[in-house]
T-cell receptor, first 114, second 115 residues
Framework: AQSVTQLGSHVSVSEGALVLLRCNYSSSVPPYLFWYVQYPNQGLQLLLKYTSAATLVKGINGFEAEFKKSETSFHLTKPSAHMSDAAEYFCAVSESGGSYIPTFGRGTSLIVHP | EAGVTQSPTHLIKTRGQQVTLRCSPISGHTSVYWYQQALGLGLQFLLWYDEGEERNRGNFPPRFSGRQFPNYSSELNVNALELEDSALYLC??????????????FGPGTRLTVL
């Protein structure tokens, strides 16, 4: 069975600082991994996805994530935070050969201070 | 290109009532997914419809049901509402090829409050 753990329900950074949002997954088969962002009062928007090609995945808005099989991690990073990055971020996993339904983490709220 | 649309935006009901939520997928998408996002619990998968049929169902009681119409729009019905049904209900659509790598495109959600 697949599962996702997002460490830290809230992450606070200063504008211009590095953003690091952590995601660890559990999967019995090679996973597909996703990061979504949810701005206030909106639905989720895909930031990036890992589909077994390059382990370093670049997404929209300057975000990227690296798939590390040995650590079962897929952490999301951005070199310099903007105020507009303040939102809820969700990591999700799907298993190849699975039910086609991704399992989502509980989300991490990113707070950006001026 | 229009995105996924959901109606209504907000809804207030009382315990025991019934509610119907609606979703229109992106044009050309045949798969529709429903999720419940309760406070602090992340997204919980409810239902998946593709080509008019229910393909998968999450761990929710039978009073949560839905259907998909020939134009691929979908309804989510919740009967005998309980206080814990208060949540944001999100609909997503995808091309429906069945590939795990398909991106799901989400609507803005319907905020349901049960009093």
């Amino acid at each position: 069975a697949q599962s996702v753990t997002q460490l830290g329900s809230h992450v606070s950074v200063s504008e211009g600082a590095l953003v690091l949002l952590r995601c660890n997954y559990s999967s019995s088969v090679p996973p597909y991994l996703f990061w979504y962002v949810q701005y206030p009062n909106q639905g989720l928007q895909l930031l990036l996805k890992y589909t077994s090609a390059a382990t370093l995945v670049k997404g929209i808005n300057g975000f990227e994530a690296e798939f590390k099989k040995s650590e079962t991690s897929f952490h999301l990073t951005k070199p310099s935070a903007h105020m507009s990055d303040a939102a809820e971020y969700f990591c999700a996993v799907s298993e190849s050969g699975g039910s086609y339904i991704p399992t989502f983490g509980r989300g991490t709220s990113l707070i950006v201070h001026p | 290109e229009a995105g996924v649309t959901q109606s209504p935006t907000h809804l207030i009901k009382t315990r025991g009532q019934q509610v119907t939520l609606r979703c229109s997928p992106i044009s050309g998408h045949t798969s529709v997914y429903w999720y419940q996002q309760a406070l602090g619990l992340g997204l919980q998968f409810l239902l998946w419809y593709d080509e008019g049929e229910e393909r998968n169902r999450g761990n929710f009681p039978p009073r949560f049901s839905g259907r998909q119409f020939p134009n691929y729009s979908s309804e989510l019905n919740v009967n005998a509402l309980e206080l814990e049904d208060s949540a944001l209900y999100l609909c997503a659509s995808s091309p429906g090829t069945g590939r795990l790598t398909d991106t799901q495109y989400f609507g803005p959600g319907t905020r349901l409050t049960v009093l």
